[in-house]
């Protein structure tokens, strides 16, 4: 079963930056697509970022501006997610999810039913 521990929130200024990592406690994250999601409070959950196993397919949010990016390192077994031009509607719990076997169709639906694994999350505040 795979476990998922995301790391690296915190506070941060607006205009900051910012750089979450997702790993998998218990087990590998070798044959998963990898999803990030948040959650403000009192909104609903929304899609940011996800990435295909291999890495070759990438999907962001359109609202993001081009300010995050994602990324993977198949040798550390990690996920990573650079957040840039950090602004106070971006503080959020931030979520991995991870999906075994999902095409590009799929993971571009970003439907959190479709992951199977998710982390605890990581807090990010940005405030000033």
């Known amino acids: 079963q795979l476990q998922l521990e995301e790391s690296g929130g915190g506070l941060v200024q607006p205009g900051g930056s910012l750089r979450l990592s997702c790993e998998a406690s218990?087990?590998?994250?070798?044959?998963?697509?990898i999803g990030w999601f948040r959650q403000a409070p009192g909104k609903q959950r929304e899609a940011v970022a996800c990435m295909d196993k291999i890495g070759l397919y990438r999907w962001y949010a359109g609202s993001l501006g081009g300010r995050f990016t994602m990324d993977r390192d198949r040798a550390k077994q990690s996920v990573s997610l650079e957040m840039h031009s950090l602004t106070p509607e971006d503080t959020a719990r931030y979520f991995c999810?991870?999906?075994?076997?999902?095409?590009?169709?799929?993971?571009?639906?970003?439907?959190?039913?479709?992951?199977?694994?998710w982390g605890p999350g990581t807090q990010v505040i940005v405030s000033s």
């Open positions: 999810a991870a999906i075994l076997r999902a095409s590009d169709e799929t993971l571009s639906r970003m439907d959190p039913d479709d992951f199977t694994s």
């Open positions: 218990v087990g590998s994250l070798e044959n998963y697509a």
